[in-house]
């Protein structure tokens, strides 16, 4: 079974552009969810999809943007690119929210390492 | 701040021995996981202990989970050279939000 798939694997651009990174979720997995980690720190919480909705997103400015599309691949948008948004993006997969809302363990990819110049 | 909060930061252990870390966090939770992360690449899921549980295992992992003191732990039995990562927990509040910990960096030695 092919995991949680990214793309690019890295990206560099520079300051003021637009950033678009795409992700393939496991096949079955209707939820996606993005993440942010910043060179040595913890996942900061982004966006989080099912079955093409956005359920939530964490504490980002709105030039962080993304959709899930009908087959559940998902694409995050990064407008007016600055420095600080260099980090490592991951996207992760699950099956939707199981019995009692609880949702299920989260399926990484390798991410996307974007830089800002 | 982080809802979770592993500890220690870092950890340096001969390969053999146990390793312990912990997780506090803030509020009330449905569920706490646990993954792996290795050289900053993607995280490898390795335990989820719903809120109604106190202990569960997985081969050489052992987890525990104290809703009263809001902590858990990860117990990595007989390490290997090949546990070296960054482990973090993540916690589901049932808010349609996964808030990660901080993270705690195990290197074991040969």
């Known amino acids: 079974e092919a995991g949680v798939t990214q793309s690019p694997t890295h990206l560099i651009k520079t300051r003021g552009q637009q950033a678009t990174l795409r992700c393939s979720p496991i096949s079955g997995h209707t939820s996606v969810y993005w993440y942010q980690q910043a060179l040595g720190l913890g996942l900061q919480f982004l966006l989080w999809y099912d079955e093409g909705e956005e359920r939530n997103r964490g504490n980002f400015p709105p030039r962080f943007s993304g959709r899930q599309f009908p087959n559940y691949s998902s694409e995050l948008n990064v407008n007016a690119l600055e420095l600080e948004d260099s980090a490592l993006y991951l996207c992760?997969?699950?099956?939707?929210?199981?019995?009692?809302?609880?949702?299920?363990?989260?399926?990484f990819g390798p991410g996307t390492r974007l830089t800002v110049t | 701040s982080q809802q979770g909060e592993e500890d220690p930061q870092a950890l340096s252990i001969q390969e053999g021995e146990n390793a312990t870390m912990n997780c506090s966090y803030k509020t009330s939770i449905n569920n706490l996981q646990w993954y792996r992360q290795n050289s900053g690449r993607g995280l490898v899921h390795l335990i989820l202990i719903r809120s109604n549980e106190r202990e569960k295992h997985s081969g050489r992992l052992r987890v525990t989970l104290d809703t009263s003191k809001k902590s858990s732990s990860l117990l990595i039995t007989a390490s290997r050279a090949a546990d070296t990562a960054s482990y973090f927990c993540a916690t589901y509040s049932g808010t349609y939000k996964y808030i990660f910990g901080t993270g705690t960096r195990l290197k074991v030695l040969a």
């Open positions: 992760a997969s699950s099956l939707n929210l199981g019995l009692a809302g609880a949702p299920y363990e989260q399926y």
